[in-house]
């Protein structure tokens, strides 16, 4: 069977030579860069090498890259880190309605802990406001935390107007760039940010693997690990080698072919979304128009779930996701999708087509020869059809919004 991956925010295959040479320091290179023996020093010049390349392909000092076990590892350390050493000064923080969870349930977490937390709204292109950020601020914000570009609706943010705006007030500024490294320009100094987040897996690196990026002279200190003094008593734990100089590679391929490969996918995206929208009946695009990864086209389909079309696609050998990838599984529309204003019944007919390296127009080809079918006959089947009758009669009294009805 075709098999089409369309599922690259989830995650991504490894280069072939990134995984190749990894391979390498699992078994030659085996040292802990830590020893002072020639294996050691071997390993650690090699993590001090990948360390400039990831710094370099964001614009930052190799002193001031942490390398970590991921993308909500770095969120975490970022988040937690700024509140607890800077709780003294204040002890509100502020993010938006539209992060990862990994940012989300961070801050969530410290508001247990007698911070005080803004969760700003989003408009129904799921983008951050300047003036609400604005007038969000107090005398007592220690954090800001807003993500570069949405994993779920491919939004990007104005970070460098808000993160100007923490400037003016001394208060530092974390984005997850997660999403973003790879597919748009991420400069920490251009964006004038204090703490961003990446993350291996994302941009054909390896999973369990990423960095937090902490400009010099940053008030924070690393607060969630006890242990060794690794990455300067910045991440206590032996250094995930062969990660981190898979980490490095992607960083440097991603620097390298970001313009090209994001015009072309541009173009794909482009072309998937004017068909979508031309040949199927009753869809919206979620997310901005045009503020948007390069890679990213997301939808609400009326009166279909996303589950389903999910598992027809993928019975045609296309891999899609309805959401993120973290609560792809959970009963509950997403919480960026409700936090637009997409009301829940038609939240539950997301669906999340991510672009990568390997896709070509004939991939859109044939998503365009299998989605019309998969949708018209799904509809036919869907209670949730207002033009299906029947299916209307015969639909669950007790729910007053139909799609929740699962019974
Ligand atoms: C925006 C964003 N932040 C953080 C993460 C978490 O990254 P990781 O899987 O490396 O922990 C993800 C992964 O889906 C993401 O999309």
């Given at each position: 069977m075709r098999r089409v991956y369309f599922d690259h925010s989830a995650t991504t295959p490894v280069r072939r030579e990134?995984?190749?040479?990894?391979?390498?320091?699992?078994?030659?290179?085996?040292?802990?860069?830590t020893s002072l023996h020639y294996f050691g020093r071997q390993v650690r010049k090699a993590v001090e090498e990948a360390r400039e390349k990831v710094a370099s392909s964001i614009g930052a000092q190799p002193g001031e890259i942490v390398f970590t076990s991921g993308g909500t590892e770095s969120d975490n350390m970022a988040i937690h880190g700024i509140a607890m050493t800077n709780k003294n000064r204040g002890n509100h923080i502020i993010t938006s309605a539209v992060e990862h969870h990994a940012v989300l349930n961070t801050v969530k977490a410290l508001g247990k802990e007698g911070f005080t937390i803004t969760i700003l709204p989003v408009d129904k292109y799921g983008m951050v406001s300047v003036d609400d950020l604005a007038n969000a601020i107090t005398n007592k914000t220690i954090l800001i935390s807003i993500m570069h570009a949405s994993n779920e609706v491919g939004t990007i943010q104005p970070i460098k107007e808000l993160a100007a705006l923490a400037r003016e007030k001394n208060i530092p500024f974390h984005t997850d760039a997660v999403q973003s490294l790879g597919k748009i320009p991420v400069d920490v100094n251009e964006l004038g940010v204090d703490l961003l987040t990446i993350s291996g897996h994302k941009i054909y690196g390896p999973k369990g693997v990423g960095a937090l990026y902490i400009r010099k002279g940053t008030r924070w200190r690393q607060t969630l690990f006890h242990g060794g003094a690794q990455e300067k008593l910045r991440r206590a734990g032996t250094e995930n080698v062969p990660g981190i100089i898979g980490?490095?590679?992607?960083?440097?391929?991603?620097?390298?072919?970001?313009?090209?490969?994001?015009?072309?996918?541009?173009?794909?995206?482009?072309?998937?979304?004017?068909?979508?929208?031309?040949?199927?009946?009753?869809?919206?695009?979620?997310?901005?128009?045009?503020?948007?990864?390069?890679?990213?086209?997301?939808?609400?389909?009326?009166?279909?779930?996303g589950e389903s079309m999910l598992l027809s696609l993928d019975m045609k050998g296309i891999a899609a996701?309805?959401?993120?990838?973290?609560?792809?599984?959970?009963?509950?529309?997403?919480?960026v999708l409700l936090s637009m204003g997409i009301p829940h019944e038609l939240a539950h007919g997301s669906i999340r087509i991510t672009l990568g390296r390997d896709n070509t127009e004939e991939d859109i080809d044939y998503f365009m020869e299998v989605m019309p079918p998969i949708v018209e006959r799904l509809r036919a089947m869907s209670p949730l059809d207002q033009e299906t009758e029947f299916a209307m009669e015969s639909s669950c009294e007790a729910c007053k919004v139909r799609s929740a009805c699962r019974r």
């Amino acid at each position: 069977m075709r098999r089409v991956y369309f599922d690259h925010s989830a995650t991504t295959p490894v280069r072939r030579e990134i995984a190749e040479e990894i391979q390498k320091f699992m078994t030659d290179y085996f040292g802990n860069p830590t020893s002072l023996h020639y294996f050691g020093r071997q390993v650690r010049k090699a993590v001090e090498e990948a360390r400039e390349k990831v710094a370099s392909s964001i614009g930052a000092q190799p002193g001031e890259i942490v390398f970590t076990s991921g993308g909500t590892e770095s969120d975490n350390m970022a988040i937690h880190g700024i509140a607890m050493t800077n709780k003294n000064r204040g002890n509100h923080i502020i993010t938006s309605a539209v992060e990862h969870h990994a940012v989300l349930n961070t801050v969530k977490a410290l508001g247990k802990e007698g911070f005080t937390i803004t969760i700003l709204p989003v408009d129904k292109y799921g983008m951050v406001s300047v003036d609400d950020l604005a007038n969000a601020i107090t005398n007592k914000t220690i954090l800001i935390s807003i993500m570069h570009a949405s994993n779920e609706v491919g939004t990007i943010q104005p970070i460098k107007e808000l993160a100007a705006l923490a400037r003016e007030k001394n208060i530092p500024f974390h984005t997850d760039a997660v999403q973003s490294l790879g597919k748009i320009p991420v400069d920490v100094n251009e964006l004038g940010v204090d703490l961003l987040t990446i993350s291996g897996h994302k941009i054909y690196g390896p999973k369990g693997v990423g960095a937090l990026y902490i400009r010099k002279g940053t008030r924070w200190r690393q607060t969630l690990f006890h242990g060794g003094a690794q990455e300067k008593l910045r991440r206590a734990g032996t250094e995930n080698v062969p990660g981190i100089i898979g980490l490095g590679m992607a960083c440097e391929f991603a620097m390298q072919e970001r313009e090209q490969e994001a015009r072309r996918l541009s173009g794909l995206r482009d072309r998937l979304i004017k068909e979508v929208m031309e040949k199927i009946p009753h869809v919206r695009l979620t997310g901005h128009p045009t503020m948007r990864l390069p890679n990213h086209a997301s939808f609400c389909f009326e009166f279909i779930e996303g589950e389903s079309m999910l598992l027809s696609l993928d019975m045609k050998g296309i891999a899609a996701s309805s959401g993120s990838a973290c609560t792809s599984g959970s009963l509950e529309p997403s919480h960026v999708l409700l936090s637009m204003g997409i009301p829940h019944e038609l939240a539950h007919g997301s669906i999340r087509i991510t672009l990568g390296r390997d896709n070509t127009e004939e991939d859109i080809d044939y998503f365009m020869e299998v989605m019309p079918p998969i949708v018209e006959r799904l509809r036919a089947m869907s209670p949730l059809d207002q033009e299906t009758e029947f299916a209307m009669e015969s639909s669950c009294e007790a729910c007053k919004v139909r799609s929740a009805c699962r019974r």
